[in-house]
């Protein structure tokens, strides 16, 4: 079981986008600094989230949505959580 998921910075908006088969360590390793490309723009609230059942299939969609625009925002629009 893997996971898609984005994270916004709340200290400039940014958002990113990654897959995990664990979300609360991934989380945890943004906001503690441990990932290089996202450690400058701490801390991050996660805002999107999706279950994939394999890993490969995690991994392509994350490629998909790093590579459209288009793609992502219509993903944020349908995955986003309610807070």
Do not use: F
């Not at 664990?22 to 943004?30: A, F, Y």
């Not at 999706?50 to 490969?56: A, F, L, M, N, Q």
């Amino acid at each position: 079981m893997s996971y898609i998921y984005a994270l916004q910075s709340e200290a400039n908006g940014r958002i990113y986008v990654g897959q995990t088969n664990d979300i609360n360590k991934r989380l945890h390793c943004h906001n503690e600094g441990y990932v290089k490309s996202t450690s400058d723009d701490r801390p991050w609230e996660l805002i999107a989230l999706e279950r994939i059942e394999s890993v490969s299939q995690a991994r392509w969609k994350e490629k998909e949505l790093k590579k459209s625009l288009g793609k992502r925002i219509k993903w944020l629009e349908q995955k986003r959580l309610n807070k």
